[in-house]
Nanobody, 120 residues
């Protein structure tokens, strides 16, 4: 069973930065694509970014492109989301996600979430 634990959220002023981490366990991490999603109050969960199993391909929502960077360390079983130039609109609970199996992006496993609050 895949388990995901996020960390790194917090309160930051607009224009600031945060780095989220997600620790993966239960399977061979290097076989899995990984993703980040977020959910703001009163809104549906939305895609933020994803990265392929090798890290060779990354994908971003238009709203974060150029400001957020996803990366992974397969030796540490960890995926990161570096968030720069944060805006109040980025305030949300951020969730790490893993797919149902290797080499797919059919998201099945979710972390508990970490709160990111950006003040204006």
């Amino acid at each position: 069973q895949v388990q995901l634990v996020e960390s790194g959220g917090g309160l930051v002023q607009a224009g600031g930065s945060l780095r989220l981490s997600c620790a993966f366990s239960g399977r061979t991490f290097s076989s899995y694509a990984m993703g980040w999603f977020r959910q703001a109050p009163g809104k549906e969960r939305e895609f933020v970014s994803s990265i392929t199993w090798s890290g060779s391909n990354t994908y971003y929502a238009d709203s974060v492109k150029g400001r957020f960077t996803i990366s992974r360390d397969n030796a540490k079983y960890t995926v990161y989301l570096q968030m720069n130039s944060l805006k109040p609109a980025d305030t949300a609970i951020y969730y790490c996600a893993a797919p149902a199996g290797p080499f797919t992006m059919r998201w099945q496993y979710w972390g508990q979430g970490t709160q990111v609050t950006v003040s204006s």
